[in-house]
C-alpha cells in the first residue's frame, strides 16, 4: 500500500534491524500502570504500547504487574521537572517513566518512542527534558463555514455542522499528534472571528472538540470577535468600560467554563484589518485586553491579544505601528494578559528583523506568533522548511538588556522574569490526507512543536529527527533530504525577495511576483511602497533620514543595522536604499548582488530537484513522485518570479544582467 501520509511522524512500521528490535524488546516486554490511571495516563500508556508494538513486531501488554523488561509510568513529583517535564530512567527491572503529571508520563513515552523510531539503542537509557515555554498552541484561522483563511491543504479539519454528535475519528490522531511534539492548546477558530462561537449551540460542540483533546493534555481556546456583545448579545455598544457589556462577557465567560471546566482562554484580533475593537469607543488594547481578563476571573485561563496591527493609509511606516500603538502600554496590562506578537513587523514575510516589541515590553509577557501555514512562503507548492526561519527569529539578540538578550529569552519569560509564557503557530493543517498539502509541510508543524518545547534545539536536529521518523532511516538519504531542507528556506529568500525585499507578491492572493504593483485601496499594500525602487537604487531607508523604524532596537542593533557596511546583507533593503553601483560587503555591487542571488536561488531548485532523485530508492514511491512534481512547478515559479523581479527592477537601475549569470546555452 502506498503511504498517504495520514500517519506522519507516527510511524511505528517495524524495525527494519534485527538487532536494534531485539534490544528494545528486551526493555519493553509489557507496560505497567496503576490500577487507578487517569484518562490521560491510560492514553499515555495505549500509545506506548501502540508504537512499541508496531516497531518491535510483537504484543507489549498493559498491565498493573511488573516483571523483568517492563516498562513503568508513573505519576511523581520531581522539583526538577516543572508541571510539564519528564524523566527516563533505566531501573533494576526495565525503564521507568516519570513526571509531575499525567501530561508529563504522556509526554515521556512519546519520547521514548521518539528514540526507537530514530534508531537509538535502548543502552543506559537516561533523559529528561521539560518545556521552556508554558503555553504551546496551535492557532487556526479555520471558519465556520469550513473554509481555512490562508489555508492550502484542503478545508478546515473541524467537520461544525456534524459536532457536537459525531466525532470524526481524524480528531484524535491530531491530538496524537500534537502530544507527540508537546502542543498543550490549539486555538480552534480565525482571528478574524465569527461570533458564532459563543452561542450555546457552538460551545457544545467546542465542549465536543475539548473532550477530544483532554486526554492528551490539550486545552482548547477561541478567538473572539470584539462586537460579540452587539452582534449576539443585544447590546447597543461593545464598550469595554460600559458595565452591561463587562456584565455580558462574565456571564459569557462562566458559561464557557460550565461547558468546559478547562478551556483555556481568547485570542483577539481587536482594531486590525477591519476588525472591531476598543478604539471604536476611544479606549485603549489595554482596557479590551482587561476587561476580557476580569470576565476570566478566577478561571485557570488567560487573553492572548495580538499586536499585529495597522491603519488604513497611514502617513507613517507601517513598520512602526504596532511598536507605537502597544510599546507605551507596557505595565498597563492585567496579569491574566499575554501580548501576541508575530515574528517581524510587518506580516510573515520570507525574511524579516525581528520584531522590536521583543525586548520593549519588559513587564508585559510576550507570545511569539509564528507562522506555519505558508502564506508569503510558496502555499502547499513549494517546498520550503520553515525550522530555519524560526530558529533565526528566537535566536535574535534585541540586546534589550545587553548582549545575548535573545527574542527565546524573552518568550520564555526568563530573561525579564514572567511565569507566564507563549507560543503560537499559525496551523498548516487541513482536510488533505497528507495533512498539509506538500508532505514536507509536516516538517513545519513538527519543527514548531518541538522547538515550542525547546528553543535551543537546532533546525537541523529537528529536520533530521523528522526525516527518520516520517520518510527514511537509510542514511545517505537522510543526508539528501536534510540538506534539501537546511538550505530550502534561503533558496526561497534567494529567488523571491532577496537582500532585504519585502512584501513584493502578489496582491491579496500573496502568490507570485508583482513587485510593479503602485495603485491599491491602502498605499501601504502596494509593492512600490516596501521596495522604494527608482533611478538611484532600491531599498526603504528606514534610518534616521528616512522613516527611523530602526530607532525602535536597542542602541547596539540600531548601530550594526543602520551602517549599510554592517548591516548583513540579508537584511540591507529592509533598511536602507542602496545606489544600483553601490558595492556591497560581497564585494559585488547592488545590480550584480541582486540578480546573482536571483538566479543562482532559481538555480538550487534544480539542484534541490537532483537531491531529491538521488532518494527515490529510499522512500515511498508515490510521496516521492508527489514531491519531484511539487518540485517541477517549484522551479518553474522559481523562474517566473526570477524574471518579472530582475526584469522589473531593470528598468529602474539600466544595468545588464551579468553575463556570467546568462551563458549562451
Ligand atoms: C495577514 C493575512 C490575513 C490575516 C492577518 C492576521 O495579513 O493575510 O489573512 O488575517 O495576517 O494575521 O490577522
Not at 449576539?232 to 464598550?239: A, C, E, F, K, M
Amino acid at each position: 500500500l502506498a503511504d498517504d501520509g495520514y500517519r506522519l511522524w507516527l510511524k511505528y512500521d517495524q524495525l527494519p534491524e534485527a538487532g536494534l528490535r531485539k534490544a528494545w524488546q528486551a526493555q519493553a516486554k509489557s507496560i505497567s500502570l496503576d490500577n487507578n490511571a487517569s484518562p490521560t495516563l491510560q492514553t499515555a500508556a495505549h500509545e506506548l504500547q501502540l508504537g512499541l508494538q508496531g516497531l518491535l513486531g510483537r504484543p507489549v501488554p498493559v498491565s498493573a504487574s511488573g516483571g523483568k523488561g517492563r516498562i513503568r509510568l508513573r505519576v511523581a513529583p520531581d522539583a526538577a521537572l516543572g508541571r510539564e517535564g519528564y524523566r527516563i530512567s533505566a531501573q533494576k527491572d526495565g525503564l521507568e517513566i516519570t513526571g509531575p503529571t499525567d501530561a508529563a508520563v504522556l509526554y515521556g513515552c512519546f519520547a521514548l518512542l521518539r528514540q526507537v523510531q530514530t534508531g537509538q539503542l535502548p543502552d543506559k537509557l537516561s533523559l529528561s527534558s521539560q518545556p521552556r515555554i508554558q503555553h504551546r498552541l496551535l492557532n487556526h484561522w479555520d471558519n465556520p463555514n469550513g473554509t481555512v483563511e490562508r489555508g492550502y491543504a484542503g478545508s478546515s479539519i473541524w467537520k461544525w455542522q456534524e459536532l457536537p454528535e459525531r466525532l470524526d475519528p481524524r480528531y484524535q490522531d491530531y491530538a496524537r499528534a500534537n502530544a507527540s511534539i508537546g502542543i498543550n492548546g490549539v486555538v480552534l477558530n480565525n482571528v478574524n472571528a465569527s461570533a458564532r462561537y459563543l452561542t450555546p449551540e457552538y460551545l457544545q460542540k467546542v465542549a465536543a472538540l475539548a473532550g477530544v483533546m483532554r486526554p492528551y493534555g490539550i486545552r482548547v481556546y477561541l478567538s473572539v470577535f470584539w462586537a460579540a456583545p452587539k452582534v449576539i448579545g443585544g447590546l447597543p455598544t461593545s464598550d469595554p468600560l460600559d458595565p452591561k457589556v463587562k456584565q455580558w462577557w462574565k456571564a459569557r465567560t462562566d458559561e464557557i467554563y460550565k461547558t468546559i471546566p478547562d478551556f483555556g482562554g481568547f485570542l483577539v484580533k481587536a482594531n486590525s484589518e477591519g476588525e472591531p475593537g476598543p478604539q471604536d469607543y476611544g479606549r485603549n488594547h489595554a482596557d479590551g485586553a482587561n476587561m476580557l481578563a476580569q470576565a476570566l476571573g478566577a478561571h485557570d485561563g488567560v487573553v492572548m491579544w495580538r499586536a499585529f496591527v495597522y491603519k488604513a493609509n497611514s502617513k507613517g511606516d507601517r513598520f512602526k505601528e504596532a511598536f507605537e500603538e502597544f510599546q507605551p502600554l507596557d505595565g498597563k496590562f492585567d496579569p491574566k494578559v499575554l501580548v501576541q506578537v508575530k515574528n517581524g513587523p510587518i506580516d510573515f514575510q520570507a525574511r524579516e528583523p525581528f520584531h522590536p516589541l521583543f525586548g520593549a515590553m519588559p513587564r508585559t509577557p510576550l507570545v511569539l506568533e509564528v507562522q506555519l501555514t505558508q502564506e508569503y512562503l510558496g502555499f502547499a507548492t513549494h517546498l520550503v522548511y520553515l525550522g530555519p526561519l524560526i530558529k533565526e527569529c528566537l535566536d535574535a539578540d534585541t540586546h534589550s538588556q545587553g548582549p545575548g538578550s535573545t527574542v527565546a529569552s524573552v518568550v520564555d519569560g526568563s530573561l525579564e522574569k514572567h511565569s507566564l509564557s507563549g507560543i503560537a503557530g499559525v496551523a498548516n493543517i487541513g482536510s488533505d490526507r497528507n495533512w498539509t498539502g506538500h508532505p514536507v509541510g509536516q516538517a513545519n508543524w513538527y519543527a514548531f512543536g518541538r522547538l515550542a518545547w525547546d528553543h535551543t534545539l537546532s533546525s537541523a536536529a529537528i529536520a533530521e529527527e523528522w526525516t527518520c521518523m516520517t520518510l527514511t532511516r537509510q542514511p545517505q538519504a537522510v543526508a539528501a533530504v536534510t540538506d534539501v531542507l537546511n538550505q530550502s528556506r534561503d533558496i526561497y529568500v534567494r529567488y523571491t525577495t532577496p537582500l532585504g525585499l519585502h512584501h513584493i507578491m502578489g496582491q491579496s492572493l500573496h502568490y507570485g511576483p508583482e513587485p510593479w504593483l503602485a495603485k491599491s485601496d491602502r498605499a501601504d499594500w502596494t509593492s512600490v511602497y516596501y521596495h522604494k525602487a527608482d533611478s538611484v537604487g532600491l531599498g526603504f531607508n528606514r534610518t534616521a533620514t528616512g522613516s527611523n523604524a530602526l530607532s525602535l532596537y536597542a542602541p547596539a542593533v540600531r548601530q550594526r543595522w543602520g551602517n549599510p557596511a554592517t548591516c548583513p546583507p540579508d537584511y540591507l533593503l529592509w533598511f536602507h536604499h542602496v545606489g544600483w553601483g553601490q558595492q556591497l560587503s560581497t564585494g559585488r555591487s547592488l545590480w550584480d548582488e541582486l540578480t546573482t542571488r536571483y538566479y543562482t536561488g532559481a538555480d538550487s531548485v534544480r539542484w534541490m530537484q537532483q537531491r531529491w532523485e538521488q532518494i527515490k530508492p529510499a522512500v515511498d514511491a508515490e510521496l516521492h513522485a508527489d514531491v519531484a512534481a511539487r518540485l517541477r512547478i517549484q522551479h518553474r515559479e522559481a523562474l517566473w518570479w526570477r524574471d518579472a523581479c530582475v526584469l522589473y527592477f531593470q528598468t529602474f537601475s539600466r544595468r545588464p544582467i551579468p553575463p556570467a549569470l546568462t551563458p549562451p546555452t
